[in-house]
């Protein structure tokens, strides 16, 4: 057999902002071990035997984020290839993206597990042993999903009606009441969204019940710009293309429809982390009910969930609340309105508020910058170079920079200048003069870039070389 975990990384998240958000969402979450669900999602499929490589769906916009959290665990080497694509078009185009690539790279018969990025799975062992069972199904010609084995009356998963592995029906998201029908009778899975199946059964299926969605995404796929080099392949995704294929899930195109669907029952210590209060249960409460991952300083404080990075958390005489504080934005909810807190994301995104699209923390293939104080005539930011990294050759029209080097050492070019910049040492780049930064050193490069002048936005920068493919 060969096998090609399929990793979806998509969505928001919008649940779990302010930590989730457009640039960084909730598959890049760090639980309390470092590890991030993406990077769980990677070793959790790496492991598994006869794997060929790990391939991944995604937005262009977090191709080099993902690539970094993957090298940060992928310790064997593993090769990995990514699907980029420039928005969302759900499930069934990603699917449809990764059937074509494993069947003209390993053949119809290699086999796809396909994950999802931001999933937590308890137990390993039990999860290896469903996948072995759900590949002997999936080379039998069956569309395999896996079946949440239920402990509780959730009204915020689908459901699946089986007898044995024998797929009756797909059930959407239930009442209470129904969740509780369900529970009882012992015939209901939760849909974990998790699947396998071959290459080939997959294109055939989708031939049959949803061939514009396989047509318009094959002529992508065509015409995808393809990059390979150093066990990394990228497939980038032209959006002119990628805008006329459907927008649609797997479970309604495919898998509500075909007769070739079976589940594998398990008990994996799977969850979705749909939540605060679901991430707030991975930690153990103190002798009061809270579950705190902060520095916080509490005085009649009961069954909390207080989250916070940096700053000091002061609490008197709450009960059964959400605070979660990052630099730019602080959540407080009721915790059992925690679902609720979707439609604020919703509203800042339909405001064009900047929290609901990033941090004040900005990921990039060299490193990252975080801004730090912003006001209408300046802005200031810091940045941190990787070893070896460098910006683009680009230039601005309506700024003007100062960069202090306060860790490390700069190669920049600056207009037709080259110079080396040294820890306490300064150079200022006029507006309009071509310029780069460069890290020739070993360590990393920390350095505050003063902006002055009329407007400081990422869309003012002019291009002219990039490793990274920007131009």
Same mark, same amino acid.
């Given at each position: ?7 979806l ?7 779990l ?11 890049f979450?760090?639980l309390a071990d470092g ?29 080099f984020?993902?690539?970094?959290e993957?090298?940060?665990?992928n ?11 420039p ?16 069947s003209?790279t390993?053949?119809?018969d ?12 308890a ?8 996948v ?6 999936a ?38 009441e ?8 012992g015939?209901?899975l939760?849909n ?5 199946f ?14 514009d ?16 080099g ?15 294929v459907p927008d ?5 195109t495919?898998?509500?429809?075909s ?10 210590g ?27 300083f509490?005085?009649d404080?009961?069954?909390c ?28 909810a ?12 919703a ?15 900005a990921?990039? =293939?060299? *490193?990252?910058?975080?801004? +730090?104080e ?8 810091? &940045? $941190? #170079?990787?070893? @070896? ?16 080097v ?16 040294r ?6 780049? =006029?507006? *309009?003069?071509?310029?780069? +930064? ?5 360590l990393?490069?920390?350095? &505050? $870039? #003063?902006?002055? @002048?009329e ?14 493919g920007?131009?």
């Open positions: 057999m060969r096998l090609v975990p399929t990793i990384c998509g969505g928001v998240g919008s649940r902002w302010p930590v989730s958000r457009d640039l960084h969402p909730k598959p979450i760090r590890q991030s669900l993406l990077q769980k999602a990677f070793l959790r499929g790496a492991v598994l035997p006869d794997v060929e490589e790990i391939l991944t769906v995604t937005n262009r916009e977090l191709f984020k993902t690539k970094d993957f090298g940060e665990v310790q064997t080497q593993l090769p990995t290839s990514f699907i980029l694509e928005f969302g078009r759900n499930t069934s185009a990603a699917i449809a993206a990764a059937s074509l690539h494993v003209e390993y053949g119809a290699a086999v796809l597990l396909v994950l999802a990025a931001d999933h937590l799975i137990d390993q062992a039990a999860f290896v042993d469903a072995a069972d759900a590949a002997v199904l080379q039998q010609g069956n569309l395999v999903t896996f079946g949440i084995q239920p402990d509780a009356p959730e009204t915020g998963y689908g459901y699946i009606e089986a007898e044995g592995s024998k797929v009756l029906r797909f059930v959407e998201k239930p009442s209470h129904k969740a509780v029908e369900y529970l009882q009778s015939r209901f939760w974990s969204g998790m699947f396998c071959t290459a080939g059964s997959m294109l055939e299926a989708m031939e049959q019940y949803c061939p969605i396989l047509l318009t995404t094959r002529t992508c796929m065509a015409q995808a710009r393809s990059v390979e150093k066990g990394v392949k990228e497939i980038e995704l032209d959006s002119g293309s990628f805008a006329k649609n899930s797997i479970d309604y495919v898998m509500e429809k007769s070739k669907v079976a589940v594998v029952p398990c008990n994996i799977w969850s979705d982390i749909g939540s605060w209060s679901a991430l707030a249960d991975l930690s153990a409460p103190d002798a009061n009910g809270n579950r705190i991952d902060a520095q916080a509490l005085h404080v009961t069954n969930y207080i989250h916070s990075d940096k700053r000091v958390i002061g609490a008197v005489g709450i009960d059964n609340l959400i605070i979660v504080d990052t630099p730019d934005a602080l959540l407080v009721d915790k059992s309105r925690t679902q609720d807190v979707r439609h604020l994301y509203k800042l995104k339909s405001q064009g508020h900047d929290a609901h699209k990033h941090h004040l923390t990921h990039r =293939p060299w *490193g990252t910058y975080t801004v +730090l912003e006001d209408a005539s300046f802005k200031i930011k810091r &940045i $941190e #170079v990787k070893p @070896g990294a460098s910006l683009s050759l680009q230039m601005h029209h309506h700024r003007s920079e100062h960069w202090i306060v860790s490390g050492m700069a190669k920049v070019v600056n207009g037709d200048t080259e110079l080396f910049v820890t306490n040492e300064s150079t200022y780049i =006029p507006a *309009g003069h071509k310029h780069r +930064l460069e890290n020739p050193g070993m990393s490069l920390v350095m &505050i $870039e #003063v902006q002055s @002048g407007y400081f936005g990422e869309d003012d920068i002019v291009r002219f070389q990039d490793t990274y920007r131009v």
